[in-house]
């Protein structure tokens, strides 16, 4: 549980000074993504912090990152190692939420029907 006392490098703060924006746009519940940036872990060679969510399918005027989202169609899914080609994809080319940065931590694959999300992490 995070507090503006107790924060996650300026998270609490941040969403607490967006909080009326934030319900607004999102609404009450409970809402999966990642606060990123310079000064947290690999940086992602930024020099400010970003909220991005998990699910593409909402957003916030606050939230002003969206990351990039790959949808698969059944036949991809059932046919391609969608997975793996993902993973090589991010090795070869780098981040496509941080343009140009080439060592990404990973992905997150939603499914719609399940309304689950999962991280896969390439780089430990």
């Given at each position: 549980?995070?507090?503006?006392?107790?924060?996650n490098f300026?998270?609490a703060?941040?969403?607490?000074k967006?909080?009326e924006?934030l319900?607004?746009d999102?609404?009450?519940?409970?809402h999966?993504?990642?606060?990123?940036?310079i000064?947290?872990?690999?940086g992602?060679?930024?020099?400010h912090?970003?909220?991005?969510?998990?699910?593409?399918?909402k957003?916030?005027?606050?939230?002003?990152?969206?990351?990039?989202?790959?949808?698969l169609?059944?036949?991809?899914?059932?046919?391609l190692?969608?997975?793996?080609?993902t993973?090589?994809?991010?090795i070869?080319?780098?981040?496509?939420?941080?343009?140009?940065?080439?060592?990404p931590?990973?992905?997150?694959?939603?499914?719609?029907r399940?309304k689950?999300?999962?991280?896969?992490?390439?780089?430990?």
């Open positions: 549980m995070l507090t503006i006392e107790e924060d300026g998270f703060q941040w969403v607490n967006n909080a924006q319900v607004l999102l609404g009450v519940g409970y999966f993504g990642e606060w990123w940036g000064g947290i872990n690999r992602y060679g930024l020099d912090r970003r909220f991005s969510l998990f699910n593409p399918a957003h916030s005027e606050v939230c002003y990152h969206v990351p990039p989202v790959r949808t169609t059944h036949h991809e899914y059932e046919t190692n969608w997975y793996e080609e993973k090589k994809e991010f070869e080319f780098g981040s496509i939420a941080a343009e140009g940065y080439m060592k931590e990973g992905f997150v694959i939603y499914a719609e399940a689950t999300y999962w991280k896969v992490i390439i780089d430990k």
